[in-house]
Structures are given as C-alpha cells and as structure tokens.
C-alpha cells in the first residue's frame, strides 16, 4: 500500500534528488584524481544509498526496507576499511610477524 | 487521531526536506572542494546529517513500534562507523603522500619519524 497526498509527492522528489547525486558522485568516483578520492565518493554513494532505501521504506510502507539499509551501512563501513587498509598495507589482513 | 496523522505527516515532510538539503551539500562539497581531505570533511559531516535526518523521518512515519527502532539503531551505526572510514581513509592519504594544501601538515607529524 502505497503512501498518500504531500508524503508520497515530498519523497518521490527526495529519491530523485538523492538519485541525481549519486550520479553528480559518479563523477568524482571516475574523474577523481587519487585513490582516496575515488574511496571518498564511493563512500558517499554508499550513504546516500542508505538514504535512498530508507526513503523507499516511506514510500512503500515497508518497515523491511529500514533493515535493507542498516545492512547496506555495514557493507560500505566494512568496505571503506578494508580499502583503506588496503591501500596503506598492501594487503587487508595483516599478521603480526 | 487525525491531529496526530497531520504531526505525522509535517515531522515526516520535514525531517525529509532537511535530509535532502544536507545531502545535496555534501555532494556540492564532494564535487567543488580542492582536496581529498576537504571533500571527505564534506561527505562525513553533511552527507551524515542528511541520512540521519532521513532516518528519523523513518522513525516519525514507522512509530517505535514496528520498524522505527532499526531506524534510531541506524543512526547510532552511522555515527559511529562514518567518523571511523574517515579517518582511516585519510590516514591511508597521508600515507600514500597525498599532498597538503598551503601550510596544512599532519599532526604530530615529528613525532612519528
């Protein structure tokens, strides 16, 4: 069931917008001119995808999709580590020696 | 019940309106700023304000019965994971000898040499 009346019109304009900047973010992740640059955006896009599915839990009156976006945050926390991680180390998984 | 649906649908309308404002100033941030530490200050600052106000127009629609307390779970994880990749993203700039801008330099820079 879907919502109604200025909630339903406020957040099909929100997922929009969100939508379009993780575009205007795809830039930065393709131009960006370091490595960490293109981590930071893929950082962001990760986040406003969080908030893209939040949105979509609104819209569609599923409480489901909140989970959806708590799963999402710990895969791009995870993967912001192991890619900093990565780049300092050279490897992930370090040991001590 | 009626007066309760229209507190409903103002907190929701709000909290979402703010959300998208702070995440369109991240992104701005993210695309206009000169470095990479300047654009990470941009995307973990407003980038997190506009989720976790996303998030709590989730918990004003869904109620703190049903699916309202993943969303307050939601904002704690993001604050405490987001300031965490951050700072490992720019430690692993500096590492990698990204340069700084003017006469920034890294704290306690003599220290670790």
């Known amino acids: 069931m879907a919502v109604e009346g200025a909630v339903a019109l406020v957040v099909d304009a929100a997922i929009v917008l969100v939508a379009l900047l993780n575009l205007l973010c795809g830039y930065r992740v393709v131009k960006g001119p370091t490595v960490p640059d293109r981590v930071v955006a893929l950082d962001a896009i990760a986040t406003n995808v969080v908030a893209i599915a939040v949105l979509f ?41 | 019940m009626a007066e309760l649906e229209a507190l409903r649908t103002v907190l929701v309308v709000g909290f979402v309106v703010v959300g998208a404002f702070f995440l369109t100033v991240g992104t701005i941030g993210l695309l206009r700023l000169p470095n990479v530490y300047n654009r990470m200050h941009a995307t973990s600052k407003p980038a997190t304000i506009g989720t976790v106000s996303v998030f709590l127009a989730g918990f004003a629609y869904f109620g703190p019965g049903g699916a309202g307390l993943p969303s307050l779970i939601g904002i704690v994880f993001l604050f405490l994971t987001v300031p965490t990749g951050a700072h490992m993203i720019s430690r692993a700039a500096e590492r990698t000898g990204v340069p700084f801008l003017g006469s920034v330099t890294w704290p306690g820079k003599s220290d670790d040499e």
């Open chain 1, 57 to 97: 839990a609104i819209k569609t009156d599923r409480g489901l999709f909140v989970t959806v976006s708590l799963v999402l945050a710990i895969i791009a926390f995870l993967s912001t580590v192991a890619v900093a991680k990565f780049v300092t180390e050279g490897d992930i998984i370090v040991t001590q020696d």
